[in-house]
C-alpha cells in the first residue's frame, strides 16, 4: 500500500476541488488532489456542462481565479482553433454562441485550461494529481479525519492519504459519509428550516434529477442512427403526473409559466446567433465561428428537460445507485433514437437521422459525457445553514438584497433551481438575489479538519438549486483552499478560525487580497434582482405552488 503525507487532502476532481487544491498550492502548500475519472473539472468537463452563469459573470465581481480560467478556454480557441479574425478579436469570445452562457465551450478545452493551471504546481510537486481514484475508507480519532485511503480504479491498488486537513469536493458528498460526518440527504422539512417552499415533511428520497448529457453534431442527408435502447418503449409511453407528456417528445415544462410547452430541436436557420430552440440553448460550437474549410458543423451539447432522470434516486437507504445510472444513460440514449428516428421535424416528416454522437469530445466509447450530471449531494450539518429566506427575492424585503453575512468568504448568483425530483416534486424556480458565502457553511458541526468544498456545504434542499453552479463552487474551493491555508499557517484550525472576528477578517483579507476573491457585492449590484441586470428583461417568473 501507497502512503502520502501532504498538508491538505483534496477528495474530488471537480471545480470546488480544483480550486481548493490550486489556491492551497498557490499559497505554499503541499496537496493530494483525486478524481475518480480520468478528467478533472467535474461538471464543466466529465459531465459535459458548458457553464451556468450569472450576469455579472464578466464583470470585476468575480473571482480571479474563475476569470483567469475563462480567459484560459478563450485563449486557448484562439491559439490553436481557426477562428475567424474578427472571432478571434472579440473580448468575449463566445466559440459556441449558446444561449445559456457567455462562454459555451467544447468540455476537451475547457479541461486543457484547467491542466495548464494546475500544471506549475505538479510540476513543482505541490500538486499530486491521483485520476481514477475513488475513496473507499477513511480514519478518524475523535473528531478528527486522520486518514482517506483511495482505491485506484484501473490497477485496484490502495493509496493512503495522512493530512492535517482534508476536503471532500466529491460529486455526492462521499467522504461525509466515510468519515462519519452529520449530514443530509433529500428534503429537510418546513418545520426544521421555516423556508415556504421546503416539504412538509422531510423526505431523503426527494433529490433532484440527474441528467447524463451528450454532444451531437447534424450532417444532414447522412445516416447515424444508434442502437435501439432495451428501456426505449418505457421512456416513449410512460407519463409521469407533474409532466406534460412522455419524455421522447418536444413537450416540457415553462419555468417561467409552469405550463406545458413545445420546445423543439431546430426552428429555422441553425446558422443564426440566437434562436429560442434546443440547438441554440446549449450548443458549443458555431461553425459561422470558423473557417469553414475545417469546421463545417455545430456542435450542441444535450443536457435538456427531456433527459432528466427523476425515476429512483442515487442516495440513501435503499437506493440502488448502479442501477439508477444505468437507467439514467438509457434515457439519454433513447431520447437521441427517438429524435432520429420518430421526432416532428421543423419542416414536415419524422427523424433526424443525420444527428451524430461525438465521443471524441467526451472521451468515451459511447459519446455520452464521462459521468452523470449531479444537481444534490448530500449536504453537511454545518455549524450554520444558508436558508430560502437568506437569498429568495420573494422572501426578503423590497429592495433588500440577500442576507449580508459578516463572515462572508465568496459571493454568487444563480436562481433557486430545482429540476423534477425523485420524489415526484415538478419545478422550483425562484429568483434570487446576489448572495455571499457564509464561513460558517463551511464548517461542520463537529468534525476539527474536514472541509465541504462544492455542492455539499451547508444549505437546504431549496438553498442547493443557488449554490451548486460552476462559478459558486469554484468560490466555495477557493474559500476552503485559503481556510486551509489559515489554518496551516497558524497552526490553527477552521472552528477557531470561525470562532474569531480577527481570524475571519484575516481569511477574508487573504482572499480578497491575495486571491483576488470578492467577498461581497457592491451596494448597487446587490440589491439587483437578475431580470434588472439584463439589458433584456428576462420573463417574469409564475411561483411554484408550494408543497402541502
Not at 442527408?221 to 409521469?240: F, L
Request: glycine fraction near 8%; include cysteine; charge should be negative.
Amino acid at each position: 500500500m501507497t502512503e502520502l503525507k501532504v498538508d491538505l487532502l483534496v477528495v474530488g476532481g471537480g471545480l470546488g476541488g480544483v480550486a481548493a487544491a490550486l489556491t492551497a498550492a498557490r499559497l505554499g502548500h503541499r496537496v493530494v488532489l483525486t478524481e475518480e475519472t480520468d478528467w478533472l473539472g467535474g461538471q464543466l468537463t466529465a459531465q459535459a456542462v458548458p457553464s451556468d452563469e450569472h450576469p455579472w459573470i464578466e464583470t470585476p465581481h468575480v473571482s480571479a481565479g474563475y476569470r483567469e480560467l475563462r480567459n484560459r478556454i478563450r485563449d486557448y480557441y484562439r491559439r490553436n482553433y481557426p477562428l475567424l479574425p474578427e472571432v478571434a478579436a472579440q473580448e468575449v469570445l463566445n466559440p459556441g454562441l449558446g444561449n445559456v452562457s457567455k462562454l459555451c465551450v467544447e468540455p476537451r478545452v475547457a479541461l486543457a485550461a484547467l491542466e495548464e493551471l494546475l500544471m506549475p504546481y505538479v510540476s513543482a510537486g505541490r500538486i499530486t494529481v491521483l485520476l481514477e481514484h475513488v475513496p473507499v475508507a477513511a480514519e478518524t480519532e475523535g473528531d478528527r479525519v486522520t486518514s482517506v485511503t483511495l482505491r485506484g480504479t484501473r490497477t485496484g491498488e490502495p493509496t493512503t492519504v495522512v493530512a492535517p486537513l482534508v476536503a471532500d469536493a466529491t460529486e455526492l458528498g462521499d467522504l461525509l459519509e466515510l468519515t462519519g460526518a452529520e449530514h443530509v440527504i433529500g428534503a429537510e422539512s418546513r418545520d426544521e428550516t421555516g423556508e415556504p417552499y421546503a416539504a412538509s415533511v422531510a423526505d431523503p428520497t426527494d433529490q433532484q434529477a440527474i441528467t447524463w448529457c451528450f454532444p451531437l453534431e447534424y450532417r444532414p442527408g447522412e445516416e447515424h442512427v444508434i442502437d435501439k435502447p432495451a428501456s426505449y418503449d418505457h421512456w416513449k409511453t410512460h407519463v409521469d403526473s407533474f409532466w406534460p407528456g412522455p419524455q421522447l417528445s418536444w413537450e416540457k415544462i415553462d419555468i417561467h409559466t409552469m405550463k406545458g410547452r413545445v420546445n423543439r430541436i431546430f426552428e429555422g436557420d441553425t446558422d443564426a446567433v440566437s434562436l429560442a430552440d434546443l440547438w441554440h440553448f446549449r450548443r458549443i460550437r458555431a461553425r459561422t465561428q470558423f473557417d469553414r474549410a475545417l469546421v463545417d458543423t455545430d456542435i450542441t451539447l444535450v443536457n435538456w428537460p427531456n433527459i432528466d432522470y427523476w425515476e429512483a434516486p442515487l442516495l440513501g437507504r435503499g437506493a440502488d445507485r448502479d442501477k439508477a445510472l444505468q437507467r439514467c444513460k438509457e434515457l439519454s440514449l433513447s431520447y437521441l433514437h427517438w429524435m432520429q428516428t420518430e421526432a416532428p421535424r421543423h419542416d414536415g416528416g419524422h427523424g433526424y437521422p443525420g444527428l451524430r454522437l461525438r465521443p471524441d469530445l467526451t472521451g468515451t466509447a459511447d459519446g455520452l459525457a464521462k459521468s452523470a450530471y449531479i444537481r444534490e449531494s448530500r449536504r453537511i450539518r454545518a455549524r450554520f445553514t444558508v436558508v430560502e429566506q437568506h437569498i429568495a427575492v420573494v422572501d426578503r424585503p423590497e429592495g433588500a438584497g440577500a442576507e449580508r453575512f459578516a463572515d462572508s468568504v465568496g459571493v454568487g448568483h444563480y436562481n433557486i433551481d430545482l429540476h423534477p425530483s425523485t420524489a415526484g416534486i415538478n419545478y422550483v424556480n425562484l429568483e434570487v438575489y446576489p448572495f455571499q458565502i457564509p464561513l460558517g457553511a463551511l464548517v461542520p458541526v463537529r468534525l476539527r479538519n474536514l472541509l465541504p468544498a462544492c455542492k455539499n456545504i451547508g444549505t437546504t434542499h431549496i438553498t442547493n438549486g443557488s449554490y451548486r453552479l460552476h462559478p459558486v463552487e469554484w468560490s466555495i474551493g477557493e474559500a476552503v483552499g485559503a481556510l486551509s491555508s489559515l489554518c496551516l499557517s497558524r497552526g490553527s484550525e477552521p472552528h477557531a478560525v470561525a470562532d474569531s472576528a480577527e481570524l475571519t477578517e484575516d481569511l477574508q483579507r487573504l482572499l480578497t487580497g491575495t486571491i483576488g476573491a470578492p467577498v461581497a457585492w457592491p451596494d448597487d449590484v446587490a440589491v439587483l434582482r437578475p431580470s434588472q441586470a439584463r439589458k433584456n428583461a428576462t420573463p417574469t417568473y409564475v411561483l411554484p405552488e408550494r408543497r402541502g
